[in-house]
């Protein structure tokens, strides 16, 4: 069993961002969305760490939240903390693709 670190990094990117956004804005809705989908994120990660084919949970949650943070991001054009949000979002779906991809043509037989 394999940590899936860069999954961690980012969970906990995640929530940390949204306590940050509590304590400097004082935004429950922050802390509340950035423990929500850091807590999803990391139990993603420990699922991933567990099988690296079970990526699902990651998947939602990365797309969920890049599609939020984009939508933010287009409205306010803020690079912090939508548009970094949002780019480190499709980093992960890119991460979780490319993954995904080297499973399927490691395992298929021709």
Not at 48 to 69: E, F, G, H, R
């Amino acid at each position: 069993m394999t940590a899936d670190i860069p999954g961690f990094i980012f969970a906990g990117a995640v929530a940390a961002g949204g306590i940050f956004g509590y304590y400097k804005a004082r935004s429950v809705p922050s802390l509340a969305a950035g423990l929500l989908f850091g807590g999803v994120l990391a139990y993603g990660a420990q699922e991933v760490s567990k099988d690296p084919t079970n990526y699902s949970v990651q998947l939602v949650a990365s797309s969920i939240l890049a599609l939020l943070m984009g939508y933010r991001y287009s409205k306010s054009k803020k690079v912090m903390p939508a548009g970094a949000v949002c780019l480190a979002s499709i980093a992960m779906i890119l991460r979780i693709a490319a993954k995904a991809n080297s499973a399927l043509s490691n395992n298929v037989d021709i």
